[in-house]
């Protein structure tokens, strides 16, 4: 069992002020401004997307967006989320089979879904994901909606093109013919001035949606887009496919007075 890592820090560690936090990210105004009710049949047309991984208080109500839509699309079988192994630990993409905790329950592991993709590029290790936060901080917005949720996550330290498309490969091939949703977990620009960060993370996202993913990775690398999960964001992306449609973008600068913000996106992958 992955007990917490960043419950009190990132998010509350009490359940019942965690569950009151979320309700208050719906209804923040930089959120979708209404708590959604989960829908008991599932449509299908979200296949997968972006999700910023910061401290609630800062990406919390840009996370509620698409968390709003998927609510509103029905929650799929299982979950497969992606995230930049911000620590270093273990391989360069890896996986585990431990069952994750946070302060509203367990959340299991689809250890099924996770040994299809477990292989040459996606290793099994548990020390990639013991101190990570951009896959535990998504996880109490699933718990919020429903207690029984089941996921594979996925951590990459590595990010280059080649190996986001192979884990990409890996994804695609393990979900075919499964109702599974892909998210990965991003901020965009980090510690730059406000008006910086609105200019490139747009146009980083506008060249996703309009032209796919490797032209977004040209715009990143080509204006040192410091966006730290762009490796999930394409292997989500070579996974799914879909239309991209932005859903929010603000910074931390919008949420708090500062003079260095970080980027934050809600994207939707739909089919």
């Given amino acids: 069992m992955r007990p917490p890592a960043v419950a009190g820090q990132f998010y509350p560690a009490s359940p019942s002020t965690l569950r009151k936090t979320i ?12 708590i959604p009710s989960l829908s008991p049949a599932r449509r299908g047309a979200l296949a997968g997307g972006v999700v910023p991984h910061a401290g609630y208080p800062y990406s919390g109500p840009i996370a509620a967006h698409f968390y ?12 497969i989320i992606i995230g930049p192994n911000h620590w270093g630990y273990g ?14 329950g367990v959340v299991e592991i689809d250890r099924s879904l996770a040994r299809e993709i477990i292989g040459d590029v996606v290793a099994e290790d548990f020390s990639a994901h013991m101190r990570e936060h951009s896959i535990e901080v998504q996880l109490p917005f699933l718990q ?10 996925i951590s990459m330290y590595a990010q280059d093109p080649d190996i ?31 008006n910086w960060a609105y200019r490139h993370d747009l146009k980083a996202i506008e060249a996703l949606i309009e ?17 730290c999960g762009i490796g999930p964001i394409a292997a989500a992306y070579h996974a799914v496919g879909g239309k991209v449609e932005l859903l929010k973008y603000a910074t931390s600068g ?15 992958f739909w089919r």
């Fill in 91 to 104: 391989p360069p993409v890896a996986t585990t089979l431990e069952d994750f905790r946070t302060p509203l």
């Fill in 23 to 34: 309700e208050d990210l719906f209804l923040h105004p930089l959120g979708p401004g209404e």
């Fill in 68 to 79: 709003h839509r998927l609510a509103e699309d029905g929650f799929p079988e299982t979950f």
């Fill in 254 to 268: 919008d949420v708090f007075p500062m003079d260095e913000v970080v980027g934050y996106a809600s994207i939707a």
């Fill in 144 to 153: 919020f909606f429903r207690e029984d949720v089941k996921f594979v996550p």
């Fill in 211 to 227: 032209r796919g993913v490797d032209a977004f990775y040209r715009y990143v690398v080509r204006h040192d887009v410091t966006a």
């Fill in 164 to 194: 986001a498309a192979r884990v990409g490969e890996v994804i695609r091939s393990a979900i075919s013919g499964r109702d599974v949703v892909v998210i990965a977990s991003s901020d965009f620009s980090h510690y730059v001035p406000k």
